[in-house]
């Protein structure tokens, strides 16, 4: 193992961007993936994903049986995305590109770029809302547009800066945000305990007519796949922070770290999941308008609003840093003329502006919440992909043919077709497609198969379960190049003709060869 230098302070602005991160400089623990990725969904935005359950009309009972369901299976799919940044040093769409393609790979870019503005605007609208809201019960602040742009703003330009200091920063951020935002969250027990009936009944049962038990199944799906989402919305992020594991760590304890991780977000979730319950029984017109905070605030007593307050403003920090830095890092990998530091800044400035613009002149404050969905439903086959292709490469990448695109070079062992490997391709983007069209929110979208199961949206199933089937047709029908794989061939698949592409600068001589 070699030798690991002592890490930068926190201060330090981090220069790395998606180039491999030196086996010297590797310091991070999975217990610091941890902290990151609970820290990310300890917040408010992960709150309200925990009452839709109940909004959905389940009984506690079973809204707690689908958020443990939801939480189980998102986090066993995500798990296997935690092991390419130890193994690579690089982000998960740079590692992409040894099934995608050198240029193929800006797929997985693409679709972190737009989760992490999806899930930056959500996080900074949700804990503005919520910080404006309580500080109004509070002590009397008025809730008004100028009010809220003032929270917005606070909330972007402090996660701005957080982000643009980098991964060491982030780190101490959310070494104090998980300790406070769960002994907050925990707080809550004291404040909810004595309303909460466990027993809480639902909307469903002998007591409810055909027309509504018809739609329990329905429900009980849409919540289950409403908190898988909160899991696989990390998958495209997790290489951003374990690329500074080092490489030597067994992948067990890195996916270990991931799936306890999404394990303790049952403390935001099971806050939600409580709340949403007391705001049924004793305020239940809040969630026949789907109001969560404000129900939330309405039930709430009033010496529990000064820690709503903290835990808008420390889960606001947590969810923005760990969405807006990734934003920055693949912005800096699709276009590698910026430095992180100028493409965090630039990619900053617009996800501000679009926050802005979306929730006061545009109004896009509940679509949003939907393109999430439809970019999480796109990004669970370009997962599988990636995982599968792990497994039949025995984990084993040639770091300088992944760093070719960022190089602006030519060549390497994982050009295959102009830079473009339709294997890949076509086994994430035609269960994406096909994933699309089962998507059923109702109210919002519902695609041209969305009711083929009686209401029942089957989005993330299918795309799941194509992608795990087609990907390994394609691979078997159409073998990739046998110096694709490592030295010891691949595993479950044939291979066809070595490539023997060299590495070139754009417009040079060979510069290396894979």
């Given at each position: 193992?070699?030798?690991?230098?002592a890490?930068?302070?926190?201060?330090?602005?981090?220069?790395?961007?998606?180039?491999?991160?030196?086996?010297?400089?590797?310091?991070?623990?999975p217990?610091?993936?941890?902290?990151?990725?609970?820290?990310g969904?300890?917040?408010?935005?992960?709150?309200?994903?925990?009452?839709?359950?109940?909004?959905?009309?389940l009984?506690?009972?079973?809204?707690?049986?689908?958020?443990?369901?939801?939480?189980?299976?998102g986090a066993?799919?995500?798990?296997?995305?935690?092991?390419?940044?130890?193994?690579?040093?690089?982000?998960?769409?740079?590692?992409?590109?040894?099934?995608?393609?050198?240029?193929?790979?800006?797929?997985?870019?693409?679709?972190?770029?737009?989760?992490?503005?999806?899930?930056?605007?959500?996080?900074?609208?949700?804990?503005?809302?919520?910080l404006?809201?309580?500080?109004?019960?509070?002590?009397?602040?008025?809730?008004?547009?100028?009010?809220?742009a003032?929270?917005?703003?606070?909330?972007?330009?402090?996660?701005l800066?957080?982000?643009?200091?980098?991964?060491?920063?982030?780190?101490?951020?959310?070494k104090?945000?998980?300790?406070?935002?769960?002994?907050?969250?925990?707080?809550?027990?004291?404040?909810?305990?004595?309303?909460?009936?466990?027993?809480?009944?639902?909307?469903?049962?002998?007591?409810?007519?055909?027309?509504?038990?018809?739609?329990?199944?329905?429900?009980?799906?849409?919540?289950?796949?409403?908190?898988?989402?909160?899991?696989?919305s990390?998958?495209?992020?997790?290489?951003?922070?374990?690329?500074?594991?080092?490489?030597?760590?067994?992948?067990?304890?890195?996916?270990?770290?991931?799936?306890?991780?999404?394990?303790?977000?049952?403390?935001?979730?099971?806050?939600?999941l409580?709340?949403?319950?007391?705001?049924?029984?004793?305020a239940?017109?809040?969630?026949?308008?789907?109001?969560?905070?404000?129900?939330?605030?309405?039930?709430?007593?009033?010496?529990?609003?000064?820690?709503?307050?903290?835990?808008?403003?420390?889960?606001?920090?947590?969810?923005?840093?760990?969405?807006?830095?990734?934003?920055?890092?693949?912005f800096?990998?699709?276009?590698?003329?910026?430095?992180?530091?100028?493409?965090?800044?630039?990619?900053?400035?617009?996800?501000?502006?679009?926050?802005?613009?979306?929730?006061?002149?545009?109004?896009?404050?509940q679509?949003?919440?939907?393109?999430?969905?439809?970019?999480?439903?796109?990004?669970?086959?370009?997962?599988?992909?990636?995982?599968?292709?792990?497994?039949?490469?025995?984990?084993?990448?040639d770091?300088?043919?992944?760093?070719?695109?960022?190089?602006?070079?030519?060549?390497?062992?994982?050009?295959?077709?102009?830079?473009w490997?339709?294997?890949?391709?076509?086994?994430?983007?035609?269960?994406?497609?096909?994933?699309?069209?089962?998507?059923?929110?109702?109210?919002?979208?519902?695609?041209?198969?969305?009711?083929?199961?009686?209401?029942?949206?089957?989005?993330?199933?299918?795309?799941?379960?194509?992608?795990?089937?087609?990907?390994?047709?394609?691979?078997?029908?159409?073998?990739e190049?046998?110096?694709?794989?490592?030295?010891d061939?691949?595993r479950?698949?044939?291979?066809?003709?070595?490539?023997?592409?060299?590495?070139?600068?754009?417009?040079?001589?060979?510069?290396a060869?894979?």
């Amino acid at each position: 193992m070699s030798e690991i230098a002592a890490p930068p302070k926190a201060t330090e602005v981090e220069t790395h961007g998606v180039d491999a991160i030196p086996d010297a400089e590797r310091s991070a623990r999975p217990l610091d993936l941890f902290r990151l990725v609970f820290g990310g969904a300890n917040t408010f935005a992960t709150v309200v994903l925990g009452s839709f359950p109940i909004l959905f009309g389940l009984s506690f009972r079973d809204a707690l049986l689908a958020t443990l369901l939801g939480l189980g299976v998102g986090a066993l799919i995500l798990a296997p995305m935690s092991v390419f940044g130890p193994r690579n040093g690089t982000n998960n769409a740079v590692s992409s590109s040894a099934h995608l393609g050198v240029h193929g790979r800006v797929v997985g870019s693409f679709l972190s770029l737009l989760t992490a503005l999806a899930f930056f605007s959500i996080s900074v609208w949700s804990s503005g809302d919520v910080l404006v809201g309580a500080a109004n019960r509070a002590v009397g602040v008025p809730v008004n547009d100028a009010v809220l742009a003032i929270a917005y703003g606070i909330f972007a330009v402090l996660v701005l800066v957080v982000c643009i200091y980098g991964f060491r920063f982030m780190l101490l951020v959310n070494k104090v945000a998980v300790a406070a935002a769960t002994a907050l969250f925990l707080l809550g027990i004291v404040a909810f305990g004595g309303a909460f009936d466990p027993g809480y009944a639902g909307i469903y049962g002998p007591g409810a007519d055909a027309a509504t038990n018809a739609l329990y199944w329905p429900s009980f799906v849409g919540a289950a796949l409403v908190v898988m989402s909160n899991p696989v919305s990390f998958g495209a992020f997790l290489g951003d922070w374990s690329r500074y594991i080092p490489r030597e760590t067994p992948r067990r304890r890195v996916m270990l770290a991931t799936v306890l991780a999404q394990l303790a977000t049952l403390v935001p979730f099971g806050f939600g999941l409580v709340t949403a319950t007391v705001i049924a029984t004793d305020a239940g017109d809040y969630i026949t308008a789907g109001d969560y905070v404000g129900g939330l605030l309405a039930v709430a007593p009033e010496w529990y609003f000064v820690p709503v307050c903290l835990i808008a403003l420390v889960g606001g920090m947590s969810t923005g840093t760990t969405s807006l830095y990734g934003t920055g890092l693949d912005f800096s990998s699709v276009f590698p003329r910026f430095t992180r530091v100028q493409a965090t800044v630039f990619i900053g400035v617009f996800a501000i502006a679009f926050i802005f613009v979306g929730r006061f002149a545009l109004d896009v404050v509940q679509s949003i919440s939907t393109f999430a969905i439809l970019i999480i439903t796109c990004t669970v086959p370009w997962m599988v992909v990636m995982t599968i292709g792990w497994v039949v490469r025995r984990g084993w990448y040639d770091s300088d043919s992944l760093q070719v695109f960022n190089r602006r070079q030519r060549g390497g062992r994982y050009w295959f077709a102009h830079g473009w490997n339709f294997r890949g391709l076509v086994g994430w983007l035609v269960p994406a497609a096909l994933s699309i069209c089962f998507v059923n929110v109702p109210g919002q979208f519902v695609g041209p198969l969305g009711d083929l199961a009686n209401g029942v949206d089957l989005s993330i199933p299918v795309g799941l379960g194509l992608a795990a089937l087609l990907y390994p047709a394609l691979l078997w029908i159409f073998p990739e190049p046998e110096d694709a794989f490592g030295p010891d061939g691949p595993r479950l698949v044939p291979t066809g003709t070595a490539g023997a592409t060299p590495i070139v600068a754009a417009d040079g001589p060979a510069v290396a060869v894979a």
